[in-house]
């Protein structure tokens, strides 16, 4: 018995630092309530707000389902793979360091086991456009549901605005 208490804990330790893993968490903006639940929590649509830890002058807000009920009350549910996400210039952008394309930008985990939403970048070197992704992935077997916005870089002020391919790694 007290091994299994072991793996128990070492489980539980092992979800909590991958819940953990995001340089940020998102700014919860509202919530509206989709399904009404009598005695339970009720099924949202959840709306977050976060900033691009590697673009200055970037923002990006996504919505997410949220399913109430016993399993969303225990935080056990695993959550629909359904996302939308816009991304604006709200300020000079300016590139902390060099990135990939389709470089991970955020994540937050959607179920108990192994499904993740996913937000990743990209840049339109042509047009000199930011492409933000959102999608879900599972272990076994993805979502093709999926919701792309794009941030063209333009000038703030009287600064020329930098090009995106200048700061790819490739």
């Given amino acids: 018995m007290p091994r299994l208490k072991i793996l128990a804990l070492a ?14 968490e998102p700014d919860l903006i509202f919530k509206k309530s989709t399904v009404f639940k009598l005695l ?26 949220e399913k109430g009920g016993l399993s969303g009350m225990f935080g056990v549910a695993e959550e629909l793979s359904d996302a939308s996400i816009a991304c ?24 108990i086991f192994f499904k993740k939403m996913r937000i990743v970048r990209g840049c339109d070197t042509k047009r000199n456009v930011l492409v933000y992704l959102a999608y879900t992935d599972k272990l076994i077997e993805g979502s093709p549901q999926n919701s792309t916005s794009t941030v063209p870089i333009m000038p703030w002020g009287d600064q020329e605005p930098p090009r995106c391919a200048d700061y790819l790694d490739e």
Wanted: overall charge neutral; charged content about 25%; hydrophobic content about 40%.
């Fill in 88 to 111: 604006r210039q709200v300020g000079p952008v300016k590139f902390r360091e060099k990135f990939e394309q389709g470089d991970e930008m955020f994540r937050v985990r959607r179920s």
């Fill in 11 to 24: 489980f539980f330790a092992l979800l909590a630092a991958s819940a953990g893993a995001n340089a940020q």
């Fill in 40 to 65: 339970t929590p009720d099924h949202k649509l959840a709306t977050y707000g976060i900033d691009d830890p590697l673009v200055e002058g970037v923002a990006c807000h996504f919505t997410v389902p």
